[in-house]
């Protein structure tokens, strides 16, 4: 029984609880259970003992220290977990639960440690009772004593305890031939394992990573508890992809759909190469969350899922789901988005076999959600500019669903100057039937005609056709492609004009690189922006020149010699006739200036307001002039008696000017 002579020193905690007060309970259940505790039935006192906790009531926690002196260890079991269950209430019997560490019965000793807990007693001066306790035959005790010691002991040697106990629960749980009450229970005890597990890993012991592995090999109702559980060790073990292709072939729904969750977290291309034949497998589940695990799978690691490509198309039309067939089309756009570092040859495969089953989505689906997320993906596919702007036309056109035709002309709106090709078929619209989308048309066509027209009182030059404006990328060397998309990756960096443009303007010699080797042109045009080539972006913001920094930095240098090498026209013009060397007049140093000039750069190139580089230098006061002065550029007669006038009180711009001025 109880040694409770020695209790104190052995377990070394202040017994500081008050006495239970003299007298009756004022609770008439109180007062009914506690003489029932004095029943000469064992079963009738267990039964009292467990409605006393369930009172959740502090005067229950006398008659319950009382009973943990039973001779039973029924009853004594049943009162330390009913004071378990009163938590913070059960604090008069604190002083008899700590005697009762020292049972004879290691049930009574766990539930009694569990009440402690609860009580706020370390959990280390409860470690020495929970470790005797390991050794009991029954598996609840060593679970509910392993639960304890987290943290206390070493997690490699509890884990066994926790993992057969979530094993044995689960198999309850799942068992429908059992009573209703007995799976309630074991699903109860299936979370608190779970919970146990994930405190264990939690740990950060490296020795887990073999063990829980090697429970993975299993089949059963646990494994998507245990796979979720590893799945937070701070370093996944070796196989961890292949466990997760593992799990989505499992007979368990939930392990699939686990498995399928999890794999958004492992997008490197070597991962998902891994993983993805078994998720593309399951997307003909029969188990609808399956499915849309998986979706979020394929969407999440986008290009990398092209391989898919086919058996999405095909299940656009097979889905029953209208949720998940949307899903279906959204994740179609994501796989193919033209913007993403994915190689240009996989995206146009993605574009060719894609487009006919988002077409038919578009046509021929009878939800309307569906038809307009199928108009998304069409718009971020890897389709020449001229060819996708066409058929958003036709689509906006022809549809006699408004909110699709609706959303092909977002789509085109967004897409700006490259839109331009169909402004006659978007005006045609105004008389659409639907006042909202002729409305829109109406907005959409005047604001493409005042972009086209540019800004009033500056003549601009014809636009360039649309090859021109984009030219084709070469790639004539794949392993270069692979690096620069590789860098992009992990730098979590987009394909497309927007990153470029930002690079330029942060003059990042690594990304511009990148870019380059990943597919963008050194004679991109920028539509939005006057069309102007990334010369022109790289000298007409501020990071790269400054007429306070001098000399100019390595890194402007440096993505300057990248974008020559590359095959940049150092005398592109954009709309309004400004070449990249009349931007670098008007900041940057010599060094820059003769560069460009020894790269083919014209001085004499005007613009449309008839300024040539040297006007600029001066109007600026920049020192680089220099380098044009040695070339040969020189002022008009007229126009330097202007700049002198202009400036007869800046001697600074008047030496300027007479360098400009000066016979060759």
């Not at 997008?267 to 003909?284: C, F, H, I, N, S």
């Not at 331009?420 to 105004?430: F, Q, S, T």
Request: hydrophobic share 50%.
């Amino acid at each position: 029984m109880l040694k409770k002579a020695t209790l104190a020193l052995t377990v070394g905690i202040c017994l500081s609880a008050t006495p239970p007060p003299a007298g009756e309970a004022a609770d008439p259940a109180v007062q009914r259970l506690s003489k029932q505790l004095a029943s000469r039935k064992a079963a009738d006192r267990v039964e009292a003992a467990q409605g006393l906790g369930r009172l959740a009531t502090e005067e229950a926690a006398a008659p319950l220290a009382a009973a943990l002196s039973d001779a039973d260890r029924a009853v004594r079991a049943a009162a330390a977990s009913a004071l378990w269950r009163l938590g913070e209430k059960a604090w008069p019997a604190k002083d008899t639960l700590v005697a009762a560490l020292e049972d004879d019965d290691l049930e009574v000793v766990v539930l009694a440690a569990g009440a402690l807990e609860s009580l706020d007693v370390d959990p280390a001066r409860l470690a020495p009772a929970r470790g005797r306790a390991l050794s009991s035959p029954d598996l609840r005790i060593r679970f509910e004593a392993a639960r304890g010691l987290v943290g206390q002991q070493s997690a490699t040697s509890l884990l066994p305890h926790i993992l057969d106990f979530l094993e044995r629960e689960a198999e309850r749980g799942a068992d429908t031939s059992a009573e209703f009450r007995a799976r309630e229970a074991a699903r109860d005890n299936v979370k608190r394992a779970e919970r146990a597990l994930a405190r264990l890993v939690a740990t950060a012991d490296r020795g887990l990573a073999q063990p829980l592995m090697a429970r993975l090999g299993k089949d059963g109702p646990a494994q998507a508890s245990i796979l979720e559980a590893a799945s937070a060790m701070p370093e996944l073990p070796e196989g961890w992809d292949a466990a997760l292709a593992r799990g989505m072939g499992s007979a368990n729904a939930r392990m699939r759909g686990a498995a399928a969750g999890l794999a958004v977290r492992r997008l490197q291309p070597e991962q998902v190469a891994v993983w993805l034949p078994a998720a593309t497998r399951l997307l003909g589940d029969p188990d609808e969350g399956v499915r849309g695990s998986v979706l979020l799978a394929l969407r999440s690691a986008a290009g990398l899922a092209a391989s898919a490509t086919p058996t999405l198309a095909a299940r656009l039309a097979a889905e029953p789901d209208s949720n998940l067939r949307q899903r279906v089309a959204e994740v179609l756009g994501a796989v193919g988005d033209r913007n993403q570092p994915v190689a240009a040859s996989v995206k146009a495969e993605v574009a060719a076999t894609a487009r006919p089953a988002l077409e038919r989505a578009v046509a021929q689906d009878g939800d309307s959600m569906v038809r307009r997320e199928a108009v998304k993906s069409l718009d971020l596919l890897a389709l020449p500019a001229e060819e996708a702007v066409t058929l958003l036309a036709r689509i906006a056109q022809q549809s006699r669903d408004d909110e699709v035709a609706w959303q092909a002309l977002q789509a085109l709106r967004n897409r700006g100057r490259e839109a331009a090709p169909v402004l006659a078929a978007i005006k045609e619209l105004r008389g659409h039937g639907s006042p909202q989308v002729a409305d829109y048309a109406s907005t959409i066509a005047r604001e493409l005609e005042s972009d086209l027209a540019g800004p009033p009182g500056v003549a601009r030059r014809p636009a360039q056709p649309a090859a021109e404006a984009r030219p084709k990328v070469t790639r004539a060397d794949p392993a270069a492609e692979a690096r620069g998309l590789a860098v992009l990756r992990q730098r979590g960096v987009q394909l497309n004009e927007s990153a470029f443009q930002e690079a330029l303007m942060a003059v990042d010699v690594e990304l511009v690189g990148a870019l380059l080797d990943a597919g963008m042109s050194p004679g991109h045009s920028f539509a939005e922006i006057n069309a102007r080539q990334p010369l022109h972006l790289l000298f007409f913001f501020p990071a790269a020149c400054s007429s306070a920094v001098r000399p100019t930095p390595a890194a402007t240098h440096a993505v300057l010699d990248l974008l020559l090498e590359r095959g940049a026209d150092p005398n592109a013009q954009d709309e309004t006739g400004n070449t990249p060397l009349m931007f670098a007049a008007d900041k940057c140093d010599a060094a820059v200036i003769g560069k460009l000039l020894k790269a083919g750069a014209k001085h004499d190139t005007r613009n449309a307001m008839g300024m040539a580089a040297l006007e600029m230098a001066i109007w600026s006061g920049n020192d680089g002039l220099q380098a044009l002065i040695d070339a040969g550029a020189r002022l008009k007669p007229e126009i330097a008696a202007a700049y002198t006038e202009a400036y007869k009180n800046n001697p600074q711009a008047l030496e300027l000017i007479r360098k400009a001025t000066a016979k060759k």
